[in-house]
C-alpha cells in the first residue's frame, strides 16, 4: 500500500511538473524568433490564440463588454463560434497567425467618437483612454495553400485593459494570396 502511495506521489508530481512546463511555454509561435507583442496588439494576438485553442468564452472576451453582450443576446450566437472560424481540415487543425501590418493610433476627437459611438450602438458607455487602427493579416492553411484575410481592427484601452472594438466577428473572408 505503501509503494502505491508512493507511486502515485511520483506520477502527480510528474504531471504537475509536465503542465508546469507546457504553461510556462505559452502559446503561439514557438520558434526562436518569436517576435515581442505591444500592449495594443495584445487582444488580436489573443483572439487568435482563443481560436487555436477552440475557446469561445476567450474569444469572446478580446471584445468590449458591449460587443460581448450584444452577441450573446443575438440570434446569431453560438457557443461554439471558436470552432467554426476556421475552415475545416479535416483530422488536422489549420495552422493560424496574424500579423500587424499597419498601426495608427488615433487622436483625441476619434476617441470621443468612439466613445459616443458605442453609447449608442449598446446603450452602456465605455471610457477609452487610448486607441489604435490596426492593419492585421490573418493567414491559414487550407489545402496545402496559404489564405489570408486582412482587415482593419480597432483596439482600445479602457484605463484596464486593452479590447477589440466593434461587433464580434463572426467570420473570416480567406482568400489565396
Not at 25 to 52: D, F, H, W
Request: glycine residues 4%.
Amino acid at each position: 500500500m505503501h509503494g502505491l502511495f508512493k507511486a502515485l506521489c511520483r506520477f502527480i508530481t510528474a504531471m504537475a511538473l509536465a503542465a508546469a512546463m507546457l504553461v510556462m511555454q505559452g502559446c503561439g509561435n514557438t520558434s526562436k524568433e518569436s517576435k515581442s507583442v505591444l500592449n495594443y496588439e495584445q487582444p488580436t494576438v489573443t483572439m487568435i490564440r482563443a481560436i487555436k485553442l477552440l475557446d469561445t468564452q476567450s474569444y469572446l472576451n478580446c471584445f468590449t463588454p458591449g460587443a460581448r453582450e450584444k452577441y450573446e443576446n443575438s440570434e446569431n450566437y453560438n457557443s461554439k463560434l471558436a470552432q467554426v472560424l476556421l475552415p475545416s481540415q479535416g483530422k488536422n487543425s489549420a495552422s493560424l497567425k496574424i500579423e500587424t501590418l499597419s498601426a495608427q493610433e488615433l487622436e483625441a476627437d476619434d476617441i470621443a467618437k468612439l466613445e459616443d459611438n458605442y453609447r449608442e450602438s449598446y446603450r452602456t458607455r465605455l471610457s477609452i483612454s487610448k486607441a489604435y487602427t490596426l492593419s492585421v493579416q490573418i493567414s491559414t492553411l487550407q489545402n496545402e495553400k496559404e489564405t489570408s484575410d486582412i482587415r482593419d481592427i480597432t483596439v482600445v484601452n479602457t484605463g484596464e485593459e486593452w479590447l477589440i472594438y466593434g461587433d464580434i466577428i463572426e467570420e473570416f473572408n480567406f482568400r489565396e494570396q
